[in-house]
C-alpha cells in the first residue's frame, strides 16, 4: 500500500532535542491518517503522536508540549520534533500510515529508529 522509511534516531541527552523523519512512498495527502508510536521491549506499543490529513493532531499525555507532529506534503514527510527529552523517551519509533478505501482500513509500519535518552 504504502512503504514508509523512519530516520533521525540517535543518542541524545536528557533535555536535548532530535526530529525523526517518516519518508512515505506516496503522497501524504492521499493519507487518512499518519503517526508515531514508539515501543520498549515487554510493553505494547503505544501512540505518541497522530496526526490526520486534515491536520488536527493527537498527542498521548505523556508528550504534550514537548513533541510536535507536522507533515511535507512536498516532500511526502511526516516528522515528529521531539524537545525536552527524558530518559523514559527510550523507545523504538515507528511510522504508521493508515490507508481508506471504500471504509477499509489499511495499516502500514515503518521499520523503526531507535531513540535513546541517556541521563
Known amino acids: 500500500q504504502v512503504q514508509l522509511v523512519e530516520s533521525g534516531g540517535g543518542l541524545v541527552q536528557a533535555g536535548g532535542s532530535l526530529r525523526v523523519s517518516c519518508a512515505a512512498s506516496?503522497?501524504?495527502?492521499?493519507?487518512?491518517?499518519m503517526g508515531w508510536y514508539r515501543q520498549v521491549p515487554g510493553k505494547q506499543r503505544v501512540a505518541v503522536a497522530i496526526?490526520?490529513?486534515?491536520?488536527?493532531?493527537y498527542y498521548a499525555d505523556s508528550v504534550k508540549g514537548r513533541f510536535t507532529i507536522s507533515g511535507d506534503n512536498a516532500k511526502s514527510t511526516v516528522y515528529l520534533q521531539m524537545n525536552s527529552l527524558k530518559p523514559e523517551d527510550t523507545a523504538v519509533y515507528y511510522c504508521?500510515?493508515?490507508?481508506?478505501?471504500?471504509?477499509?482500513?489499511?495499516?502500514?509500519w515503518g521499520q523503526g529508529t531507535q531513540v535513546t535518552v541517556s541521563s
Open positions: 504508521n500510515a493508515v490507508l481508506l478505501d471504500r471504509g477499509v482500513r489499511y495499516n502500514n
Open positions: 506516496r503522497s501524504i495527502s492521499s493519507i487518512y491518517a
Open positions: 496526526i490526520t490529513s486534515d491536520g488536527e493532531p
